[in-house]
């Protein structure tokens, strides 16, 4: 089974310094207003559309009955909002290629 490798922040930051040629003071601050702008757009009930990309939107998730897996107790999990992504077509395309 292959190892698990997820980008980090700064693994971001510093691919945009390199591509884009300029400081990696200057990328982590553009990647903190795009995340900071999407996170705003999200509690806001906005969203964000990225097109070929995906979009992110809060969702309601309805209250439920769940059952702590150690215990076996039921509880109560109350009906939140939780942030959602909807991959766009393009990217779909591409993780399929793979």
Do not use: C, W
Not at 42 to 59: A, L, N, P
Not at 66 to 74: D, R, S
């Amino acid at each position: 089974m292959a190892a698990t490798f997820y980008m980090k922040k700064i693994d971001l930051i510093e691919a945009i310094s390199k591509e884009v040629k300029i400081t990696r003071s200057e990328a982590k601050q553009s990647v903190e207003i795009i995340l900071e702008e999407i996170s705003s757009a999200i509690v806001s009930g906005k969203g964000v559309e990225v097109r070929g990309f995906g979009g992110f939107q809060k969702r309601h998730r309805k209250g439920r009955l769940g059952i702590n897996p150690k215990t076996g107790q039921k509880t109560e999990v109350a009906e939140k909002f939780v942030p959602f992504f909807k991959p766009g077509k393009l990217l779909k395309e591409a993780v399929n290629k793979g």
